[in-house]
């Protein structure tokens, strides 16, 4: 086994993904969905362009991302820890407990953060540590397939009478909103802490979110076994593959997506057949972009050049997701400034540019300082509590 340390293409994915996070979150108002009434014509076809583009290019893209970084850093510190003869799962499943400390910070400012579901799912990656990579890769696909929302179609199908209960997350939203709308801080907290946290996993659950994160924890997990991200010849020859199979997939699976609801009246089957195609389609363009960030890191000069700018960024995405969610809950919510009904998507998009502006400035003059960002230097030194 190879010393591994930090890999840049992997921390310019990940400032790659925190771009079209903290976007994506402005324009939803941090899953705030309160809007001005807009009247102008100009501004209702650029409030929809933008939504469009951004969701196309970006919802549920640049999460998956940042799910598959997470499984790609287990292996580093993994095989790092192997290296010197230590077993490192013990220690990170402890690093789990600390990042669902973090989580739960997090969503007393975020109703939809995502830290609490990675604490949760990233317990699969201790078991699977010592699987072999056919297992790992089976095991992957066949949580990227949805078997849950498989076995959901066959009853309906068995069942034609069968009718689905109610998504149960939007109860929790109920709460969720009232607090963003009308409540103080500690209402906020109070509020966020059980029933933001509870719509955020119910949705997680009702969206195949669970199955899917787990899938892309193992998928960067056996990225790094296998030297994926490293540069040679072999390697970008497999990128570009990848990124051609990618494309001619998600088009296919994009269109059916879009063609189902007229050939399927069932919402018993329609619905959890939709999840199953919308998470690959999904998944496909998330295979492309990462397959053209790679290649366009490797192989382009000037690819190259602006691509790293976004390291240090990816270097703290711990600090930089939080502090989004804390800036943004500020803005938005009636706690703060309160400004969802004064931006609308537009005016929405430019205040994320602008936040991840700043971002990249704070995060480009700590790096040059410091090693780690402030909130994973504190997550490293908890994480090795206890060690000598």
Not at 41 to 70: C, E, H, P, Q
Not at 75 to 80: G, L, R, S, T
Not at 151 to 167: E, R, S, T
Not at 251 to 274: E, H, Q, R, S, T
Request: with cysteine; aromatic share 18%; hydrophobic share 50%.
């Amino acid at each position: 086994m190879n010393n591994y340390n930090r890999i840049d293409v992997a921390d310019a994915l990940r400032g790659f993904s925190i771009l079209g996070i903290v976007l994506l979150h402005s324009i939803e108002h941090f899953n705030f969905y309160s809007y001005p009434e807009v009247t102008n014509n100009w501004l209702r076809f650029s409030d929809t362009v933008i939504w469009d583009s951004l969701f196309f290019t970006f919802g549920g893209k640049a999460y998956a991302i940042f799910s598959l970084l997470f499984g790609f850093s287990f292996f580093i510190q993994n095989n790092n820890q192997q290296i010197r003869g230590n077993d490192f799962r013990p220690r990170f499943a402890w690093r789990l407990i600390l990042l669902f400390i973090w989580g739960n910070i997090n969503a007393m400012f975020f109703t939809a953060e995502i830290l609490v579901s990675f604490a949760i799912i990233g317990l699969i990656l201790i078991p699977a540590a010592s699987l072999k990579n056919k297992t790992i890769l089976t095991i992957a696909g066949i949580c990227m397939l949805q078997p849950v929302e498989w076995g959901k179609i066959m009853y309906a199908l068995l069942n034609p009478d069968y009718i689905p209960a109610l998504n149960v997350s939007s109860i929790y939203w109920g709460e969720a909103f009232r607090a963003q709308s009308t409540g103080n801080f500690i209402e906020l907290v109070k509020t966020n802490l059980w029933h933001g946290q509870m719509a955020s996993l119910t949705w997680a659950w009702e969206n195949g979110r669970f199955f899917q994160i787990a899938s892309l924890f193992l998928l960067g997990m056996f990225i790094g076994r296998t030297g994926f991200f490293e540069y040679n010849e072999y390697r970008m020859k497999q990128w570009s593959r990848l990124l051609v199979v990618a494309v001619i997939c998600f088009f296919p699976l994009y269109g059916l997506n879009n063609m189902l609801p007229g050939f399927i009246n069932n919402k018993a089957v329609l619905n959890p057949l939709l999840l199953i195609v919308r998470s690959l389609s999904n998944f496909s363009f998330m295979v492309f972009l990462m397959s053209l960030v790679v290649l366009t890191f490797y192989t382009t000069g000037s690819g190259q050049y602006y691509l790293r700018k976004l390291i240090p960024l990816g270097k703290m995405s711990l600090t930089a997701y939080i502090t989004q969610s804390v800036t943004g809950s500020f803005i938005f919510y009636n706690w703060g400034l309160g400004l969802h009904n004064k931006l609308g998507i537009t005016l929405s998009f430019l205040t994320g540019i602008l936040l991840f502006i700043i971002q990249y400035i704070f995060a480009n003059w700590w790096m040059k300082k410091h090693k780690h960002g402030p909130l994973e230097y504190l997550w490293k030194k908890a994480t090795w509590l206890g060690s000598k």
